[in-house]
């Protein structure tokens, strides 16, 4: 659901979504999560919560992070 938001350009549901789906572990929010704190899509842009959100992702596996 995170992810349709995202694409849809609603970035601030999308960062509600995937921050209560990363919250519950799911890697791909994670992910998602690291690009919409790098473009400042949603939320103010933030390299600190970029980098742990992709290193959370990349710890689980998602192979692009």
């Given at each position: 659901m995170g992810h349709?938001?995202?694409v849809e350009g609603d970035?601030?549901?999308a960062f509600e979504y995937l921050s209560k789906a990363a919250r519950l572990g799911d890697v791909?929010?994670?992910y998602y999560l690291?690009?919409?704190y790098?473009?400042?899509k949603g939320v103010?842009?933030?390299e600190k919560k970029e980098v742990y959100h992709l290193e959370?992702?990349?710890n689980?596996?998602?192979p692009n992070a």
């Open positions: 349709m938001r995202h970035y601030a549901s791909q929010a994670h690291s690009a919409l790098e473009k400042g103010d842009k933030d959370q992702a990349a689980g596996g998602q």
